[in-house]
């Protein structure tokens, strides 16, 4: 049995050793060998689109394929039969993007960003700095007191949350399913009509599907105060740009800040760049898998013991 695994990153095999499986590196920027047509097993990250469609059509032995992405789009849509079975990395980036979206929310709150601005002109921003009001209402200051709403309540959001929390912040999630996950109070869809209007930021962490595309649409823009900000780090397909925009511009939104677009890298067309309280951030907030190596190991002992996988993404 054969597994390729990408050297976009420094992964340490001898934590692959021992199983029935013969190891093989290969380059995620190339067409695959033909040498490598008949791998049973694909790890994947950052692999190019015609790379990936040139493995669904000539690796016809292919029956599991474990991408390190947390949301492994690429892949899907890369046109591999439904005979194999695709897992995520689901678990991999929690910290890394969790971490991302405090700094951007700090970045928010305490204008890091117009710092810079006036930095760059040689300036002194009176108004940044010296006295200031201590929590005002009805603007996005501090994190102390704040109204954090976390829209796609998985595990990144559960990571984030306690620090929040412990930095003042009252948190709450929507997700599919209601309930208390971890200490926060999650709600479904059907409350951000009551939830939005009472949010000083809200932070994206969707997947990208059919489902969630455009899921921050004008109308639930509409419902968030002049203050409040937005910030993604999920997909950029779950919120309408172009209303983003148009909030933004009208000054019917706060600010926001986005680590994800609708197309990538940013065309620089993009009215986005030039959004009046708009941080761009370039889909930095994973990139770098952490635990790669033991998720590996334990599907691959589960894949050969014929156990159920980890991580199964529904196709």
Do not use: C
Not at 61 to 68: D, F, H, K, P
Not at 277 to 304: C, K, M, T, W
């Amino acid at each position: 049995m054969k597994l390729l695994y990408p050297t976009s990153l420094v992964l340490d095999t001898g934590l692959l050793a021992g199983f029935a499986v013969s190891l093989h590196p290969y380059d995620v920027t190339v067409p695959l060998p033909s040498e490598h047509h008949d791998a049973d097993i694909l790890v994947t990250w950052g692999n190019s689109a015609a790379m990936l469609e040139g493995a669904a059509k000539h690796l016809q032995n292919l029956t599991w394929i474990q991408s390190l992405a947390a949301g492994p789009n690429d892949v899907l849509g890369a046109g591999f039969s439904d005979r194999v079975t695709v897992t995520s990395g689901s678990g991999l980036h929690d910290h890394t993007v969790a971490e991302h979206a405090l700094g951007l929310l700090l970045n928010a709150a305490r204008r890091f960003y117009e710092m810079r601005d006036f930095q760059r002109r040689r300036r002194w921003p009176g108004h940044l700095g010296g006295l200031q009001p201590d929590r005002p209402e009805r603007d996005f200051r501090t994190l102390q007191g704040a109204n954090i709403l976390v829209w796609g309540f998985g595990n990144i959001a559960r990571t984030l949350a306690p620090t929040l929390r412990s930095l003042g912040s009252h948190v709450r999630g929507v997700a599919r399913s209601a309930g208390v996950r971890d200490g926060t109070e999650v709600f479904t869809e059907s409350a951000l009509p009551n939830l939005l209007p009472e949010t000083d930021a809200l932070v994206m962490i969707l997947p990208g599907s059919d489902a969630t595309r455009g899921a921050l649409s004008e109308e639930r823009l509409a419902l968030l105060s002049p203050h409040a900000w937005v910030v993604n780090v999920g997909r950029g397909s779950s919120v309408d740009e172009e209303a983003l925009v148009r909030a933004l511009q009208a000054g019917k939104l706060g600010g926001a800040a986005l680590d994800v677009f609708e197309t990538e890298p940013l065309p620089k067309t993009s009215p986005l760049w030039n959004a009046p309280n708009l941080i761009v951030s370039p889909h930095a907030a994973g990139g770098r898998p952490q635990g790669a190596e033991s998720l590996i190991a334990d599907n691959l002992r589960r894949f050969l013991a014929e156990q159920p996988l980890r991580n199964i993404v529904e196709r």
